[in-house]
């Protein structure tokens, strides 16, 4: 439960499922009569991909990765760590990076170049979240759930040191003035 002196509902369960829905649909389009490889983003993508993946029609195939650029921190450091790669050869298949949030773009942007440089068909980058105003590095998101405003968000995936990625909903915390 979390303290709602210091949170406040930034988007409604019903709210992000109506994103993914639309988000979807326009991957169901983009790759009719065709396979796709998901690549979702430990931790925090896990709800996001889960509930995407669940309303994408095309023959999909799920691969993680985890990696590392915050630790603890609520910022970047800049340094991207691998900590979990893919199993699966991605080789002349589509790809589609599946994030929950974007920020930086630093951390999206090394995962993105690296797993072009596998051989595949295409990569592309979906999120639920768009924090853009934050972008230090140029990365080409295709498919946006929300572009967002720069505000630390926990819930549906996002958390404040490891806790509040089961909340349904999305919370903003509202820094003391």
Request: no cysteine; charged share 30%; aromatic share 8%.
């Amino acid at each position: 439960m979390l303290d709602e002196k210091n949170f406040t509902k930034y988007l409604s369960r019903h709210e992000i499922d109506a994103a993914i829905q639309v988000i979807a649909e326009q991957i169901n389009r983009d790759y009719a009569g065709q396979e796709l490889v998901l690549v979702g983003v430990l931790k925090g993508a896990v709800l996001f991909m889960s509930d995407l993946l669940r309303q994408i029609k095309v023959p999909t195939e799920i691969e993680f990765v985890r990696l590392s650029s915050y630790g603890k921190a609520r910022t970047s450091s800049g340094t991207v760590t691998i900590l979990k790669d893919i199993q699966a050869d991605i080789r002349n298949k589509h790809v589609l990076i599946v994030e929950e949030i974007i920020d930086s773009g630093r951390t999206l942007k090394f995962l993105y170049e690296r797993l072009k440089s596998a051989g595949p068909l295409s990569v592309e980058i979906v999120t639920l979240l768009d924090k853009s105003s934050k972008r230090v590095v140029d990365v080409p998101v295709k498919y946006i759930g929300r572009t967002i405003e720069d505000q630390f968000l926990v819930g549906y995936g996002l958390d404040l040191e490891e806790y509040s990625r089961n909340l349904p909903d999305i919370y903003y915390l509202k820094y003391p003035n």
